[in-house]
């Protein structure tokens, strides 16, 4: 299983951050090959939330389930997301882990906040050696990374730089 974190300050106060990111309305905006991401069920955010999430790839169009599998409030969100069949009706523990991201909120100071950004992935695949996988998630991971900052900010009205953890 391959693992990517990445680390930045983020100009905005934890609470703003979390908010943000926590309303999965603003997903496709921020998170990286996300066409399209709707709640399954009654709950829209907080642990045990359900997303379709539609992929794109070119014009290749996957859908995924993604779970919230760790939350707290004003700290930490986490995803496990779920390959699905076409054509099958989705559910929360349905199709194989493809892998899991989880964003976590640390306050630096007034104003400021820490964001860690995780991923873990599988990197043995009979389509693609490890070396091309793993490249392929690190620029996922910083491309989301950099997205989500920026929106943030401009959520919050600020900006800052990001940096390597």
Not at 59 to 80: F, L, Q
Not at 139 to 159: P, S
Request: proline share 7%; glycine share 10%.
């Amino acid at each position: 299983m391959g693992h990517i974190r990445y680390a930045s300050d983020v100009g905005a106060p934890v609470e703003v951050a979390f908010t943000y990111t926590d309303n999965y309305l603003f997903v496709p905006d921020w998170m990286f090959a996300i066409a399209a991401f709707e709640p399954l069920g009654d709950a829209g955010h907080g642990p045990g939330a359900v997303y379709t999430a539609t992929l794109q790839a070119g014009i290749w169009h996957p859908t995924v389930t993604c779970e919230i599998t760790e939350y707290r409030n004003n700290a930490v969100i986490g995803y496990t997301v779920r390959g699905r069949r076409p054509g099958k009706a989705a559910s929360a523990r349905s199709g194989r882990p493809l892998a899991t991201v989880t964003l976590r909120f640390d306050p630096l100071g007034p104003g400021s906040s820490m964001l860690t950004f995780e991923a873990g992935y599988p990197t043995r695949s009979n389509r693609m050696p490890a070396a091309v996988t793993d490249s392929i998630a690190r620029t996922a991971v910083r491309r989301t990374e950099q997205r989500l900052r920026r929106q943030i900010e401009d959520f919050h009205g600020t900006d800052l730089v990001g940096r390597i953890a």
